[in-house]
């Protein structure tokens, strides 16, 4: 078993979304994401071909982090439905380093 996970979400938004997605990023959901037990880390990436498309990668200790309650539970917020419902594409995927 790994020492740690990768998780990625990769999004796309419209570009009228971009200044808005940076700024929900940045005040809330990184913190929510690194408040639960066991994510790790927390890194944004944007797209050099499209600047309305973004990864975000957390380390995880544990596959279960995703999935389990804390992750599930939690509260979700307004500003994150909303900037949810604005998501053109999303692409959730959990990574394992290979030995």
Do not use: C, K
Not at 28 to 53: F, K, N
Not at 66 to 82: C, F, K, L, Q
């Amino acid at each position: 078993m790994a020492d740690f996970y990768e998780y990625t979400v990769g999004i796309t938004v419209d570009p009228a979304q971009v200044a808005e997605l940076n700024r929900w990023y940045d005040e809330e959901h990184i913190a929510d994401m690194l408040s639960i037990p066991g994510v790790r880390a927390a890194r944004r990436y944007e797209s050099v071909a499209d600047p309305a498309s973004f990864l975000a990668v957390y380390e995880v200790s544990d596959p279960e982090v995703v999935t389990g309650e804390a992750y599930r539970d939690r509260p979700t917020t307004e500003w994150t439905r909303r900037m949810a419902a604005q998501w053109r594409q999303v692409d959730r995927r959990l990574w394992r380093p290979l030995p």
